[in-house]
């Protein structure tokens, strides 16, 4: 079945800018989506189809997919962006797949 | 506005059937191309995708719970029904459903219901 590798954490200081990668075989030849989710609360999507943002995301808040590799990244990062942060895609054979999460801390 | 919420038992007893029920509204399961998903999350864990049933009927599964899960959908009632077999208390979990778009994918979910697995 097809799996989803995301690094269990990422640590980013008040403004700058956090990546948060999102690793599968061939990832960059399906479409990949991002989650945020803030404690005791559901997700939120922030990107669909790899860069398009939900109307009331920010602008801030962007992706990427290419080769193995798809990336979401929040520019400008402030405290309001420190949640968990879930890729998933779709694939043929197993549907939609998850990763594993990520969390993000500003600090 | 689209919404979704979750209900069903609090709590099961290892070996029952648990069975969750998802109503919403703002959307009709009859509109080609929609769908409604489960997904549920184990305390500190990550999001694990279960099921999604689509407007036309067709159905997907998590393939390591196929054998488990059933989902099926009353339109006329707005609802959707998900039930997982012989429940152990690995499968402790808040359970969302999600309104599934072809392309945005879940972009509405519910608030999540926590299920407890206990004798």
């Known amino acids: 079945s097809y799996e989803l590798t995301q690094p269990p954490s990422v640590s980013v200081s008040p403004g700058q800018t956090a990546s948060i990668t999102c690793s599968g075989d061939?990832?960059?030849?399906?479409y990949t989506w991002w989650y945020q989710q803030k404690p005791d609360q559901s997700p939120v999507l922030v990107i669909y189809q790899d860069s398009k943002r939900p109307s009331g995301i920010p602008e801030r808040i962007s992706g990427s997919n290419s080769g193995n590799t798809a990336t979401l990244t929040i520019s400008g990062t402030q405290t309001m962006d420190e949640a968990d942060y879930y890729c998933q895609a779709w694939d043929s054979s197993t549907a939609v797949v998850f990763g594993g999460g990520t969390k993000l801390t500003v600090l | 506005q689209i919404t979704l919420k979750e209900s069903g038992p609090t709590l099961v007893k290892p070996t029952q059937t648990l069975t969750l029920t998802c109503t919403f509204s703002?959307?009709?399961?009859?509109?080609?191309?929609?769908?409604v998903g489960w997904i549920r999350q184990p305390p500190g864990k990550a999001l694990e995708w279960l099921a999604l049933?689509?407007?036309?009927?067709?159905?997907r599964y998590s393939p390591s719970l196929k054998n488990r899960l059933t989902i099926t959908k009353d339109t006329s009632k707005n609802q959707v029904v998900l039930t997982l077999t012989n429940m152990d208390p690995v499968d402790t979990a808040t359970y969302f459903c999600a309104h599934y778009d072809p392309l945005i994918l879940f972009d509405y979910w519910g608030q999540g219901t926590l299920v407890t697995v206990s004798s």
């Open positions: 049933i689509y407007w036309d009927d067709d159905k």
């Open positions: 703002g959307f009709s399961l009859s509109t080609s191309g929609v769908g």
């Open positions: 061939e990832l960059g030849d399906k």
